[in-house]
Nanobody
Framework: QVQLVESGGGLVQPGGSLRLSCAAS????????IAWFRQAPGKGREGVSC????????YYVDSVAGRFTISRDNANNTVYLQMNSLKPEDTAIYYC??????????????WGQGTQVTVSS
């Protein structure tokens, strides 16, 4: 069964860090481009970061560039999103998806259940 499971969210103070995980089962994650999306309350879903298959090129939306880092762990079939210098506006449910066109954040396969990130003092 093809499945993505996100984890690692939580409550963190402004300026803090979190590392999100996107664990894949039923397929080899390295064969696909993987993207992270987020949806804040009352807003639409936004592409945040993406990593391609093969050369592992990375993409970031301007609002997170320099603060977030996407990476792969092929041995564990997992993609991570390291989030540093978090801001209240990063508060959202974060989702991952696969088989993506990174330049436009369009993915062919559906999301996991998401993980909540709350940045608040």
């Amino acid at each position: 069964q093809v499945q993505l499971v996100e984890s690692g969210g939580g409550l963190v103070q402004p300026g803090g860090s979190l590392r999100l995980s996107c664990a894949a089962s039923g397929f080899t994650l390295d064969d696909y481009a993987i993207a992270w999306f987020r949806q804040a309350p009352g807003k639409g879903r936004e592409g945040v970061s993406c990593i391609t298959s093969g050369d592992g090129s990375t993409y970031y939306v301007d609002s997170v560039a320099g603060r977030f880092t996407i990476s792969r762990d092929n041995a564990n079939n997992t993609v991570y999103l390291q989030m540093n210098s978090l801001k209240p506006e990063d508060t959202a449910i974060y989702y991952c998806a696969f088989d993506c066109y990174c330049s436009v954040y369009i993915c062919r396969h559906s999301w996991g259940q998401g993980t909540q990130v709350t940045v608040s003092s």
